[in-house]
């Protein structure tokens, strides 16, 4: 392995990380989003979701991968692949931050709520002062832990041609014929992403505990 | 012109296809689980240096993809003159892989199993093996049941990776399906619709079990 090698793997570890973060994010607040039309309770839309995240859970990411990538164009919707994988990366977080923002909701304690009516505070100023940063700090070890779950499944978008930190491994031993040590050095830089996002966790989780009920 | 007809037709294929997957997965989730228990077993003798090096390998594993851990086994391997058939690569990753994951959540629970227990057994002349099979294994694992059951689908999904290395399970079915007849919708939609199957049917199961613990009386631990 060269200078070239390595250069390869630093930019496939970029194009896994900038895809990751970008579902991550959309994730997250989709997550919230629908725990939040969950909670409301609005019949056929609250089993459409949870037949949605039921799917999302079981479907794995290579299938959904292929199945956006290659069954939306004779739909009539075109996709690059990058948009592709996005889509699907974001398809599966969203379900299971869903699962983790809604368990947040219903945990959190009554009384809170009826200081705050009995204060005359708004629904929204409640939720958005009052509810939503506690319940940040609650869920951020889950869904830091959903994180590096979708990094770990991230290299399913290479099955599309997406050029990501497992793929590039392919690339550089085309060349070399040499594929342990891409392949080790591919393992090495996950474990740094994965290893500061479990960093991450235990920190969060830390935090989560001091927050005093 | 009609697209279910033809996904019809090919019906073998995909049905070869899910008995792989099915065949990979029970295998590996019935070894895996047997590597987890026994690595439980072996920390229950606290010998130092070989809790480390469980622990290191198992965290390993954690911070990996498990394509990572198959693309080693199938390209990387046969550098070092080891070479094997993608099925056999693609089974042992998932045996290594899930068998950590295994491990690491029983450990969880086995931390937090209540210590009274093991002394009453030991006061009671119970040996370490008798004390592991008759009284930690049960409680842990129906206590682990729930952490478990979303494991089995985590490798049951995992699975589907292989087709990466060409493994034909049913991705790489459905996948073939699609290139032959251009029908990628009516394919992929069969393709879910069997995962989804098979992770409804191993929810069901994780929770008869887990009644079945409740009967038993280990729901406390």
């Known amino acids: 392995m060269d200078a070239m090698a390595w250069q390869l793997l630093i930019e496939g570890a970029w194009t896994t990380l900038w895809i990751s973060g970008v579902a991550i994010a959309f994730g997250v607040v989709i997550g919230l989003v629908i725990a939040f039309i969950r909670m409301m309770k609005i019949p056929v839309v609250d089993q459409i979701l949870v037949v949605y995240i039921s799917l999302a859970r079981a479907t794995p990411l290579v299938t959904l991968v292929l199945f956006l990538f290659l069954s939306l164009p004779t739909l009539g919707i075109n996709m690059d692949k990058t948009l592709a994988a996005i889509v699907a990366l974001t398809l599966n977080t969203s379900a299971f931050n869903a699962e983790i923002w809604r368990n947040a909701f219903r945990n959190f304690p009554r009384e809170q709520r009826e200081a705050a009516e009995s204060v005359g505070m708004r629904r929204w100023t409640y939720f958005r002062c009052i509810m939503l940063p506690q319940m940040w700090i609650e869920s951020l070890p889950a869904l830091v832990n959903e994180m590096s779950f979708l990094i770990k499944g991230s290299p399913a978008i290479a099955v599309i041609g997406v050029v990501d930190l497992t793929r590039v491994t392919n690339r550089i031993s085309s060349d070399t014929y040499e594929p342990l040590s891409p392949i080790l050095a591919a393992g090495l830089l996950y474990v740094v992403i994965i290893g500061l996002l479990l960093k991450l966790q235990s920190m969060a989780e830390r935090k989560a505990k001091r927050l005093a009920r | ?221």
């Open chain 2, 1 to 221: 012109m009609n697209q279910w007809g033809i996904i019809w037709a090919a019906r073998e294929s995909f049905f070869n296809g899910l008995l792989a997957t099915l065949e990979l997965f029970i295998i590996a989730a019935v070894v895996g689980l047997a590597i987890g228990i026994f690595l439980c077993y072996v920390m229950e003798y606290q010998q130092r240096l070989v809790d480390r090096m469980i622990i290191g390998f198992v965290s390993l594993m954690r911070a990996v993809p498990f394509l990572i851990l198959a693309y080693l086994l199938y390209y990387g391997l046969p550098e070092v003159g080891i070479s094997m058939e993608a099925w056999t690569a693609g089974l042992l990753a998932l045996i290594i892989y899930h068998g950590a994951y295994f491990f690491e959540i029983l450990r969880s629970q086995r931390r937090l199993f209540s210590a009274g227990y093991i002394e009453a057994a030991v006061s009671q002349g119970f040996s370490r093996y008798k004390i592991f099979k008759r009284i930690v294994l049960p409680n842990i694992f129906s206590s682990a049941l729930p952490l478990l059951g979303n494991q089995l689908i985590i490798c049951l999904k995992d699975t589907a990776f292989l087709c990466i290395i060409t493994v034909q399970e049913i991705t790489a079915a459905a996948n073939g399906v699609q290139s032959t007849y251009f029908i990628p919708f009516n394919a992929f939609i069969v393709a879910i619709a069997l995962y989804w199957g098979i992770s409804i049917l191993l929810e069901l199961m994780i929770k008869r079990l887990s009644h079945y613990g409740a009967k038993r009386g280990m729901t406390h631990a």
